[in-house]
Protein backbone atom coordinates (compact mmCIF):
# COMPACT_ATOMS: atom_id res chain seq x y z
CA UNK A 1 0.00 0.00 0.00
CA UNK A 2 1.31 3.38 -1.05
CA UNK A 3 -0.59 6.03 -0.67
CA UNK A 4 1.50 9.12 -0.58
CA UNK A 5 3.27 7.88 -3.95
CA UNK A 6 0.43 6.96 -5.66
CA UNK A 7 -0.95 10.65 -4.25
CA UNK A 8 2.47 12.40 -5.51
CA UNK A 9 1.81 10.60 -8.95
CA UNK A 10 -1.53 11.29 -9.72
CA UNK A 11 -0.84 14.94 -8.47
CA UNK A 12 1.60 15.59 -10.48
CA UNK A 13 0.07 14.11 -13.34
CA UNK A 14 -2.78 16.19 -12.98
CA UNK A 15 -0.95 19.27 -12.67
CA UNK A 16 1.11 18.49 -16.15
CA UNK A 17 -2.48 18.06 -17.58
CA UNK A 18 -3.65 21.45 -16.44
CA UNK A 19 -0.79 23.01 -17.43
CA UNK A 20 -1.16 21.54 -21.20
CA UNK A 21 -4.71 22.17 -21.23
CA UNK A 22 -4.00 25.87 -20.57
CA UNK A 23 -1.26 25.33 -23.56
CA UNK A 24 -4.49 24.26 -25.61
CA UNK A 25 -6.65 26.70 -24.51
CA UNK A 26 -9.10 24.64 -22.85
CA UNK A 27 -7.75 25.69 -18.99
CA UNK A 28 -10.93 25.57 -17.09
CA UNK A 29 -11.58 21.81 -18.64
CA UNK A 30 -8.02 21.27 -17.13
CA UNK A 31 -8.22 22.28 -13.87
CA UNK A 32 -11.22 19.84 -13.53
CA UNK A 33 -9.39 16.86 -15.21
CA UNK A 34 -8.99 13.47 -13.63
CA UNK A 35 -10.83 14.73 -9.87
CA UNK A 36 -12.54 11.13 -9.72
CA UNK A 37 -8.96 9.71 -9.03
CA UNK A 38 -9.25 11.05 -5.49
CA UNK A 39 -12.49 9.41 -4.93
CA UNK A 40 -12.46 6.41 -2.43
CA UNK A 41 -13.13 4.37 -5.50
CA UNK A 42 -10.56 5.37 -7.40
CA UNK A 43 -8.21 6.21 -4.93
CA UNK A 44 -7.75 3.25 -2.80
CA UNK A 45 -6.93 0.93 -5.65
CA UNK A 46 -4.28 3.05 -6.93
CA UNK A 47 -2.68 2.96 -3.52
CA UNK A 48 -3.17 -0.65 -3.32
CA UNK A 49 -1.79 -1.38 -6.73
CA UNK A 50 0.46 1.05 -7.05
CA UNK A 51 3.88 0.32 -8.80
CA UNK A 52 4.88 3.44 -10.36
CA UNK A 53 6.17 2.79 -13.31
CA UNK A 54 2.84 2.12 -14.95
CA UNK A 55 -1.01 2.34 -13.96
CA UNK A 56 -2.39 0.53 -10.95
CA UNK A 57 -5.32 -0.39 -12.96
CA UNK A 58 -3.65 -2.39 -15.29
CA UNK A 59 -2.17 -4.39 -11.95
CA UNK A 60 -5.80 -4.63 -10.68
CA UNK A 61 -6.62 -5.90 -14.04
CA UNK A 62 -4.04 -8.84 -14.03
CA UNK A 63 -5.41 -9.79 -10.76
CA UNK A 64 -9.09 -9.94 -11.13
CA UNK A 65 -9.32 -9.71 -14.86
CA UNK A 66 -10.63 -6.44 -14.72
CA UNK A 67 -10.51 -3.49 -12.64
CA UNK A 68 -13.34 -1.37 -10.59
CA UNK A 69 -11.37 1.65 -10.37
CA UNK A 70 -11.27 2.15 -14.09
CA UNK A 71 -14.94 1.79 -14.88
CA UNK A 72 -15.42 4.26 -12.62
CA UNK A 73 -12.67 6.59 -13.67
CA UNK A 74 -13.54 5.89 -17.68
CA UNK A 75 -17.46 6.37 -16.95
CA UNK A 76 -16.70 9.93 -15.31
CA UNK A 77 -14.39 11.36 -17.21
CA UNK A 78 -15.01 12.26 -20.80
CA UNK A 79 -11.79 12.67 -22.51
CA UNK A 80 -11.20 8.92 -22.25
CA UNK A 81 -12.50 7.30 -25.73
CA UNK A 82 -13.68 4.15 -23.86
CA UNK A 83 -16.55 6.86 -22.12
CA UNK A 84 -17.99 7.38 -25.75
CA UNK A 85 -19.57 4.49 -26.88
CA UNK A 86 -23.49 3.52 -26.97
CA UNK A 87 -25.19 1.34 -28.91
CA UNK A 88 -26.02 1.63 -32.53
CA UNK A 89 -29.76 0.57 -33.13
CA UNK A 90 -28.78 -0.52 -36.73
CA UNK A 91 -26.36 -3.01 -36.13
CA UNK A 92 -27.51 -3.79 -32.98
CA UNK A 93 -24.21 -3.85 -31.13
CA UNK A 94 -22.16 -0.56 -28.68
CA UNK A 95 -20.08 1.09 -30.77
CA UNK A 96 -17.72 3.52 -30.66
CA UNK A 97 -19.29 7.28 -31.14
CA UNK A 98 -17.28 10.47 -32.37
CA UNK A 99 -15.72 13.15 -29.42
CA UNK A 100 -16.66 16.03 -29.05
CA UNK A 101 -13.63 18.17 -30.00
CA UNK A 102 -12.71 19.48 -26.43
CA UNK A 103 -12.90 16.35 -25.05
CA UNK A 104 -10.24 14.99 -27.51
CA UNK A 105 -8.20 17.93 -26.86
CA UNK A 106 -8.04 17.18 -23.21
CA UNK A 107 -7.06 13.60 -24.15
CA UNK A 108 -4.31 14.72 -26.14
CA UNK A 109 -3.29 16.96 -23.00
CA UNK A 110 -4.02 13.56 -20.94
CA UNK A 111 -1.55 11.29 -22.49
CA UNK A 112 1.13 13.36 -23.44
CA UNK A 113 1.09 14.21 -19.61
CA UNK A 114 1.01 10.21 -18.69
CA UNK A 115 4.23 9.80 -21.03
CA UNK A 116 6.39 12.41 -19.15
CA UNK A 117 5.35 11.02 -15.79
CA UNK A 118 5.94 7.52 -16.43
CA UNK A 119 8.97 8.51 -19.01
CA UNK A 120 10.79 11.06 -16.90
CA UNK A 121 14.03 12.04 -17.77
CA UNK A 122 14.23 9.31 -20.78
CA UNK A 123 10.34 11.30 -22.19
CA UNK A 124 10.64 12.10 -25.75
CA UNK A 125 7.65 13.85 -27.76
CA UNK A 126 7.46 10.45 -29.88
CA UNK A 127 6.54 8.37 -26.81
CA UNK A 128 3.09 9.19 -26.88
CA UNK A 129 2.68 8.39 -30.64
CA UNK A 130 4.44 4.94 -29.79
CA UNK A 131 2.22 3.99 -27.11
CA UNK A 132 -0.79 4.85 -29.22
CA UNK A 133 0.51 2.82 -32.01
CA UNK A 134 1.41 0.29 -30.36
CA UNK A 135 -2.49 -0.37 -28.82
CA UNK A 136 -4.11 0.70 -32.04
CA UNK A 137 -4.72 -2.87 -33.13
CA UNK A 138 -6.90 -3.64 -29.62
CA UNK A 139 -8.46 -0.02 -29.38
CA UNK A 140 -12.19 0.66 -30.20
CA UNK A 141 -12.34 4.23 -31.40
CA UNK A 142 -14.58 6.34 -33.67
CA UNK A 143 -12.37 6.27 -36.66
CA UNK A 144 -12.40 10.36 -36.86
CA UNK A 145 -11.93 10.69 -33.39
CA UNK A 146 -9.17 8.11 -33.87
CA UNK A 147 -7.45 10.11 -36.94
CA UNK A 148 -7.97 13.63 -34.99
CA UNK A 149 -5.69 12.49 -32.25
CA UNK A 150 -3.56 10.34 -34.22
CA UNK A 151 -2.79 13.93 -36.38
CA UNK A 152 -1.85 15.73 -32.64
CA UNK A 153 -0.11 13.20 -31.73
CA UNK A 154 2.27 12.72 -35.04
CA UNK A 155 2.20 16.76 -35.14
CA UNK A 156 3.54 16.20 -31.51
CA UNK A 157 6.76 13.74 -32.76
CA UNK A 158 8.07 15.61 -35.92
CA UNK A 159 7.47 18.89 -35.10
CA UNK A 160 7.52 19.23 -31.04
CA UNK A 161 4.83 20.69 -28.74
CA UNK A 162 4.47 24.50 -29.48
CA UNK A 163 3.37 23.13 -33.16
CA UNK A 164 0.77 20.72 -31.52
CA UNK A 165 -0.57 22.95 -28.96
CA UNK A 166 -1.21 25.95 -31.94
CA UNK A 167 -2.86 23.39 -33.87
CA UNK A 168 -5.07 22.12 -30.94
CA UNK A 169 -6.01 25.92 -29.99
CA UNK A 170 -6.69 26.96 -34.15
CA UNK A 171 -9.50 23.34 -34.10
CA UNK A 172 -10.78 24.70 -31.10
CA UNK A 173 -11.10 28.51 -32.11
CA UNK A 174 -12.41 27.47 -35.33
CA UNK A 175 -15.13 25.59 -33.67
CA UNK A 176 -15.57 23.19 -36.90
CA UNK A 177 -16.33 19.80 -36.43
CA UNK A 178 -13.63 17.54 -37.34
Known sequence: MHPFRHF???????????????KAGIGWQGLRHDLSKYTPAEFFAGARYYRGTRSPNEVEREIYGYS???????????HHFEYWTDYNPATK???????PLRYVAEMFCDRVAA?????????????????????????RIHPDT?????????????QGE?????????????????
Not at 68 to 78: E, Q, S, T
Not at 162 to 178: C, N, P, Q, S, V
Open 162 to 178: EAAFAAIRAKLRAGEEY
Open 8 to 22: RTITRHRHRVIAHCF
Open 68 to 78: PAWLHHKGRNR
Open 146 to 158: AALLEGWLRLLAE
Open 115 to 139: SKIYQGAQYHPRHPLDYYERGKPRR
Open 93 to 99: TVEPVKM
